[in-house]
């Protein structure tokens, strides 16, 4: 009779754990096959048929599987090899190490490729080194520095208005969305299905852009807003009007805008000084990370726009508007959490606020 492995009882979190190895990205392929191993194992797969449906042996997924059952997440990691450890001169392992952070002349970084090229190692021994000493020439993380003079105290302002809101008040995050394309693709794309990803192409006809003015409401998530041709101030002031026509008149309305000039314009003082319920918040020039109206932004980028293929403007502005409208009846509320000092721990502060 032939021989039956003994099926392998997973915990919740083994399950978790191993399902989380098979779709991380930088899991190696070795750790992936393991994983799946196993994970097929648990569900009372025989060695050949787990050995035929991931094109490996029945010997290794019987390793595998063993080594699991001996010792659960640690049985899957790679036992030291035998023999000598491979030794590297110290001047070697100070150039790779040290030479990293000077890029080569005409050239913004180093890679595995050239370094090992020019230290006289592999490739695979160069990012051993930088792996272990957690250099990562590859990545890069942006960041902008606000150099406005009244930094902090249109920050706390701000922040003020998310973590103590005035009572008998409304607090709107505002802003425009310019440049909303509407994409035609060439083609139309293959949707999702089982063994592959949504296609589409690369090339597309323009057809023109919106611009979608957005209020974001911190009480309740709900969003009032209005497509325009043009962002002036003409079109702020009509999206100021549609703001008040729309919420109650007993509320006193605090806006939370950005320093675009439209939102700074002779006219627009004016109206606001004839409506003495509304208020104008400015957060701090290159700022724009305090609105959370953006937020708000992106999810409408990801969702609608980015994705979308539109035959005409009018087009997109209706879908546009069919997303909000569900967005709406069953609103997202997004809470401001993060303490105002902490963030100006991380953030360094504009040279003219800096403390003598």
């Known amino acids: 009779m032939p021989r039956h492995a003994q ?20 899991s190696t392929q070795q750790e992936v096959l393991r994983a799946r191993i196993v994970l097929f194992a648990a569900q009372q797969w025989e060695n050949r048929d787990i050995a035929a449906e991931l094109e490996t042996t029945a010997h290794t997924v019987g390793i595998w599987r ?12 790679a036992a030291p090899r035998s023999g000598r450890p491979v030794s590297l001169a110290t001047a070697t392992v100070t150039q790779v190490l040290t030479t990293v952070t000077h ?7 180093w890679s595995v490729r050239s370094m090992a090229r020019s230290a006289g190692l592999s490739k695979s021994r160069v990012h051993q080194l930088w792996q272990a000493n957690d250099l990562k020439p590859h990545q890069v993380r942006t960041f902008k520095l606000s150099r406005d003079p009244q930094f902090e105290a249109k920050f706390w302002d701000v922040i003020g208005l998310y973590l103590n ?34 296609t589409r192409t690369h ?13 974001l409401s911190t ?32 509320l006193t309305l605090h806006l939370i805008v950005d320093n675009y000039a439209t939102h700074k314009h002779p006219a627009v003082k004016a109206w606001l000084a004839r409506h003495p319920r509304i208020w104008q918040h400015f957060t701090p020039t290159s700022s724009s990370w305090l609105n959370l109206v953006e937020r708000f932004f992106r999810d409408l980028t990801e ?24 967005r709406n009846r069953q609103p997202q509320r997004h809470v401001w959490r993060a303490e105002g000092a902490a963030i100006l721990e991380k953030s360094p502060a504009p040279a003219s606020n800096s403390k003598k």
């Not at 057809?207 to 003015?213: A, E, S």
Request: glycine share 6%; charged share 30%; net charge positive.
């Open 7 to 26: 099926p392998l009882i997973l915990t919740v979190w083994e399950e978790k754990q191993l399902n989380a190895r098979v779709k991380a990205r930088r």
């Open 66 to 77: 063993r080594r699991f059952a001996q010792e659960q997440l640690a049985g899957l990691e």
């Open 103 to 109: 890029p080569p002349k005409g050239r913004t970084r």
């Open 165 to 198: 809101p005035p009572q008998r008040a409304l607090v709107l995050c505002c802003d425009e969305k310019s440049q909303c394309q509407a994409l035609e693709r060439s083609q139309p794309g293959l949707p999702l299905g089982m063994g592959h990803i949504r």
């Open 203 to 215: 090339d597309y006809v323009r057809h023109g852009t919106t611009t979608l003015f957005a209020a």
């Open 219 to 250: 009480l309740d998530g709900r969003v009032i807003a209005r497509t325009e041709t043009r962002h002036t101030h003409v079109e702020w002031l009509r999206f100021l009007r549609q703001i008040e026509r729309e919420t109650p008149p007993k």
């Open 303 to 326: 969702e609608v726009v980015r994705e979308g293929s539109f035959q005409s403007v009018q087009e997109l502005v209706c879908t546009i508007k069919v997303w909000l409208s569900e």
